[in-house]
């Protein structure tokens, strides 16, 4: 029988003989005793020593099972426990020129991805993600919402056609899907409140340390609902999650030197309209480029990176900009009946500069209107008759919200490049491996 190795870093043990089995991530040979730190598949790490003549050819990343003694040592690194090896199993010899150590660049990092996620930093937000992942959906289970699976080969552009990914379907052509949210809508008539977790992808042409090309997108929608309510299904899914998260990776957030104080007591989120966003950037003087030369950022203007991180930084809640102007919101988003101009709209931005996390609002549910919109973004109405019938027939009012998951990892791990919080990011320069 195998033990994990986190099993036995415990006083139990000490004395007992044991297996482990792993990989050898440092090896240190010296006259008599060699000093191997030995991996497991969980990540978790302890000090084995043998007699030196029995390492001599053994290399970095070398799969082995070992058996020996555990002994509590206060110089062993991590933790002071250490296996005093007296058997030793050979799995694979690794070959001596693995490309990886200490001070690799980060392009060969990402060259070499496949072997880089074992590194410990990796497998730390590996399984902060997965966890994330986990009490994400727990929180729509508990609240009844039916999960559901959409297409990924679609036909119909959700945010514009700038960045679709076209490709040969058949004798026709497809694209990828951008978002779900269309076929989300479609099924709350017979659903009610329903949620996905599927990839979405995008033809990003800039290169930004928040865009990838695939990422994976939690949409939510929901029949009869306010702006006010899906403020407060966000509200609640994202702190629920970011608390239990914390308290699930205390260990790996701390090994990351991530200070998680500052992902408690985010609640209440703080709001502000779209107009008081401007505003305030006005006042502290923020510049977009106009044709060419800055000008003073105007009502009309889309946020951008820049604007949404000096409207957060000084944030330690993620704060909703709600009601947009229509014109720079997609075709979908339902009119303000007291404001022809504006879209009941709300994003949702990280604090500490992060910027947007989520997109939503409630949706358009007037034929005429949505016809007159999608005219205006020259949509070809025949790949969205369907979507037109669920106005035509018993439409209702309702809303959803998209989540960028690797968007709510960059935030509640600090880390500035959205590439570090997925194992095999896809890029404009990278689709391998
Ligand atoms: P942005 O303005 O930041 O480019 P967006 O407004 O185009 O994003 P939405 O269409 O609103 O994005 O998508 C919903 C959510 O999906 C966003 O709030 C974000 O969290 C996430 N998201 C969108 N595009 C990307 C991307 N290229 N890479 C990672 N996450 C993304
Ligand atoms: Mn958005």
Do not use: C
């Amino acid at each position: 029988m195998y033990f994990r190795i986190s099993d036995i870093k415990n006083s139990d043990f000490i004395g007992k003989e044991v297996s482990i089995r792993g990989w050898i991530h440092r090896i240190r040979k010296q006259k008599e005793n060699s000093f191997l730190l030995l991996r497991d598949e969980r990540g978790d790490v302890i000090q084995i020593v043998y007699p030196s003549f029995k390492t001599d050819n053994l290399t970095i990343e070398s799969s082995i099972g070992v058996k020996g003694v555990v002994h509590k040592d206060k110089r062993a690194p991590e933790g002071g426990y250490e296996v005093r090896g007296s058997d030793l199993d050979i799995y694979n010899l690794s070959q001596i020129d693995y490309p990886l150590g200490e001070y690799t660049s980060i392009d060969l990092l990402l060259e070499y991805r496949h072997l880089a996620i074992r590194t410990r930093r990796m497998t730390m937000i590996s399984k902060i993600r997965s966890s994330l992942l986990r009490y994400l959906r727990d929180w729509f289970v508990y609240n009844d919402w039916f999960e559901i699976t959409p297409p990924i080969l679609v036909r119909s552009s959700v945010e514009g056609g700038s960045t679709l990914f076209k490709l040969n379907y058949f004798n026709d052509f497809a694209f990828l899907s951008q978002s779900a949210q269309l076929y989300l809508e479609a099924m709350i008539f017979s659903l009610g409140p329903v949620w996905s977790l599927s990839p979405s992808f995008r033809a990003e042409k800039s290169r930004t340390v928040r865009h990838l090309s695939e990422f994976l997108h939690l949409e939510a929608e929901s029949p009869w609902v306010t702006l006010a309510d899906l403020l407060k299904v966000q509200e609640d899914l994202i702190s629920s999650t970011v608390s239990n998260v914390i308290k699930e990776r205390k260990n790996e957030f701390e090994f990351l030197r991530i200070d998680t104080s500052k992902l408690e007591n985010i609640t209440p989120f703080s709001r502000m309209t779209y107009r008081e966003a401007i505003d305030l950037l006005r006042n502290k003087d923020f510049k977009v480029v106009y044709k060419g030369s800055p000008r003073p950022i105007e009502y009309g203007d889309d946020l951008g990176i820049d604007a949404e991180k000096l409207l957060t930084e000084n944030s330690h809640v993620p704060i909703f900009v709600t009601n947009y102007p229509l014109k720079i919101k997609p075709f979908y988003v339902k009119v303000d009946p007291n404001n022809e101009e504006e879209g009941l709209a709300a994003d949702l931005l990280a604090p500490y500069g992060f910027g947007e996390i989520t997109s939503g609002g409630l949706r358009e549910s007037n034929l005429q209107q949505l016809t007159k919109r999608m005219m205006l973004e020259g949509l070809v109405s025949s790949d969205y008759e369907w979507y037109l019938d669920l106005r035509r027939y018993g439409s209702v009012p309702h809303g959803g919200f998209g989540l960028g998951i690797e968007r709510l990892l960059r935030w509640i791990l600090f880390m500035t490049d959205i590439k570090d919080t997925v194992p095999f990011p896809r890029t404009m320069s990278r689709i391998n491996p």
